[in-house]
């Protein structure tokens, strides 16, 4: 018996890994990880200054010890460990400034698109002026206004960040307004409030997603920024931006300062930006004209 | 057409009033304005004088209004750590960006229309496939690192260009290449898609069965076509170079007005950044309009969809 059924069973879809997938959730899921994990992955403190290791190579160039795998910076930091610890700082701002502008942006696209007439006008005015405005310098003014802190730095780039998620959004809705079972629901007598929540908003999830996904690259990249030009979070706390920045000046000598940092950064936004291409192609391929 | 242009001259001056709206609210939220305003060398008569200057016994209205009102005189206040006009200060470094700015636009305009155009005819060829590596690292690398790393190989590497400073062309050539190397693949991209989809066309297969060369319906027929899409994207490119300007100028100490930013907000003197904040805004959203405007006259749909 058993030795028919693997002939008579219909054969299995292989599965095949996708590379386009695997990868970059591989690498996010490393991020995840030294950031929940830094204090025990992390060979040292990332704030512990050694005057004597100071500028120390990484192992495999000239010079350079396993002690210190990716060396050490100006003051003696060990650069493996502040990029261990730079991980929470990219990860938390980055989900919080899409929780938020995805939050924001989503009720004003619904408002916007199922209410129409003057609050339509007047919300995607202000989105145009919104998309219009470099978010850079508002980041700057509010440094300087506020002072740089870790809600700064969220603030900063949530002020400006929900005119994507509100322009997008208040598209789809339009398109559901006149479909026919919203048109029933208003028929029967909903309120526009329960209708916006409980028969829009289910239907708008999924392009959320999707660009959700594909704007974790820009808010990392953004949040680096920040902390390179000054912006971000204060130091001494490790910011992936800020290390960058420290090696400006010592580029001549210890390349791998800013060497390192640099490209957590941009290994994170490229597995980010193609997780979300590909999300997109699963879900919703219709957004691949964005 | 003229209907067009008043509607969008009105929603601009709207969008500049929010603008100043935005800037204003946000003195206000840190607490005392005057607090910004001040740097460790003011005197008790300078704190009294920024009072005076802000109206800050009178109505918030009122604060708004001889906000609104200096701002109509060109007056952005004064520099805290120069005691200079900001508006001089722009003055000084603005030519400094648009010599880095225009440079960079020309030149990956220049090699976006190239490389869009031949990646678009030779399609998945090893130009296109290139292309698309090229966009990949262009929208995941951070600017400034590519800087950086680009002072680290050329400049101190193999020693061929000056890491900083803005006395010769030299100086324009490291800040130019990293400053296109992030326009370019957004540009490139652009121009291709719009490009296949423009060889699909009518009147593509029409001018080669007419027999024309397929160079001249490449390079005249399509391309004139195509480049009109990438024009509605072209205000999104300047708040684009404007962040560029920003880092790169950081990164490279060119004497621009994005260097003047950032060294402000790092001395904290808030009437610059402020100043620049609103120059600049109001020089996105006119070059928008402008965009705007150029578009309603190149395709004339336009004109009636946004009324």
Redesign the interface.
């Known amino acids: 018996m058993t030795e028919n059924t693997s002939e008579k069973a219909p054969r299995r879809k292989p599965v095949t890994l996708e590379w386009s997938f695997v990868i970059p959730v591989v690498v996010l899921a490393l991020l995840v990880f030294s950031a929940i994990f830094a204090p025990f992955i992390a060979p040292y403190s990332p704030t512990k200054i050694s005057l004597p290791q100071r500028l120390l190579p990484p192992f495999f160039a000239e010079g350079g010890s396993t002690a210190h795998l990716l060396g050490t910076d100006s003051l003696g930091r060990d650069i493996l460990s502040r990029v261990f610890y730079g991980a929470r700082i990219s990860l938390s701002v980055s989900l919080l400034v899409i929780f938020i502008t995805a939050g924001v942006g989503t009720i004003v696209g619904i408002v916007a698109g199922y209410l129409g007439g003057r609050i339509d006008s007047l919300l995607m005015r202000t989105t145009d002026v919104s998309l219009a405005i470099p978010g850079i310098l508002i980041a700057l003014l509010l440094a300087v206004a506020l002072g740089p802190s870790f809600k700064t730095v969220v603030l900063a780039m949530s002020i400006l960040g929900w005119a994507p998620y509100a322009r997008l959004i208040r598209g789809e809705t339009l398109k559901l307004r006149e479909a026919d079972f919203v048109a029933q629901a208003r028929i029967i007598g909903c309120s526009p409030m329960r209708i916006m929540i409980v028969h829009v908003f289910p239907n708008v999830i999924n392009p959320l997603i999707v660009i959700a996904t594909m704007s974790v690259g820009l808010v990392i990249l953004f949040e680096a920024a920040l902390s390179y030009l000054g912006a971000g979070i204060p130091p001494p706390t490790p910011s992936w931006g800020s290390m960058v920045s420290d090696g400006r000046n010592l580029i001549d000598r210890a390349w791998w300062i800013s060497f390192f940092p640099g490209l957590a950064i941009g290994l994170v936004v490229m597995s980010g930006n193609f997780l979300g291409d590909w999300i997109r192609d699963k879900l919703d391929p219709r957004l691949r004209r964005l | 057409m003229g209907r067009f242009i008043a509607v969008r001259l009105l929603?601009t001056i709207?969008?500049l009033i929010?603008?100043s709206l935005?800037?204003f609210v946000?003195?206000r939220?840190?607490g005392d304005p005057t607090l910004?305003m001040r740097s460790s060398v003011s005197t008790e008569e300078d704190i009294a004088n920024i009072k005076k200057q802000l109206g800050l016994d009178k109505s918030q209205p009122e604060q708004y209004w001889i906000f609104i009102k200096s701002l109509g005189h060109a007056d952005l206040g004064t520099s805290l750590l120069k005691r200079r006009p900001v508006i001089e200060m722009v003055g000084e470094t603005l030519p400094n960006s648009l010599k880095l700015g225009l440079s960079s636009f020309v030149v990956s305009m220049v090699l976006a229309l190239v490389l869009g155009v031949l990646a678009a005819t030779r399609r998945d060829g090893w130009l296109d496939s290139g292309v698309k590596f090229l966009a990949?690292l262009g929208?995941?690398?951070?600017?400034?690192?590519v800087a950086?790393?680009a002072?680290?190989i050329f400049s101190?590497h193999w020693r061929l260009l000056p890491?900083s400073g803005a006395d010769s062309i030299a100086n324009l050539v490291l800040p130019v290449c990293t400053m296109s190397f992030f326009l370019l693949p957004g540009m490139m991209r652009l121009i291709r898609s719009s490009m296949l989809d423009v060889l699909d066309s009518e009147y593509i297969k029409l001018a080669r069965i007419k027999g024309l060369p397929e160079r001249v319906v490449i390079w005249k027929h399509a391309l004139r076509n195509a480049l009109i899409t990438p024009l509605t994207t072209a205000?999104?490119l300047f708040?684009t170079l404007?962040?560029g300007e920003?880092?790169i100028e950081?990164?490279f100490s060119w004497p621009g007005v994005g260097r003047l930013?950032?060294e402000?907000?790092?001395a904290?003197?808030?009437p610059v950044?402020?100043g620049?904040?609103l120059l600049?805004?109001a020089l996105?959203?006119l070059v928008?309009l402008l965009v705007d405007i150029l578009y309603a006259y190149v395709d004339p749909q336009i004109r009636y969809q946004q009324m």
Do not use: C, E, Y
């Not at chain 2, 929208?139 to 690192?145: L, R």
């Open positions: 929603q709207v969008a929010g603008i935005l800037v946000l003195v939220a840190s910004l990949v929208q995941a690398m951070p600017g400034f690192w950086i790393m002072i680290f101190v890491p205000g999104m708040a404007i962040t920003v880092i950081t990164v930013s950032v402000a907000m790092m904290r003197d808030f950044v402020q620049v904040t600049v805004a996105v959203l928008n």
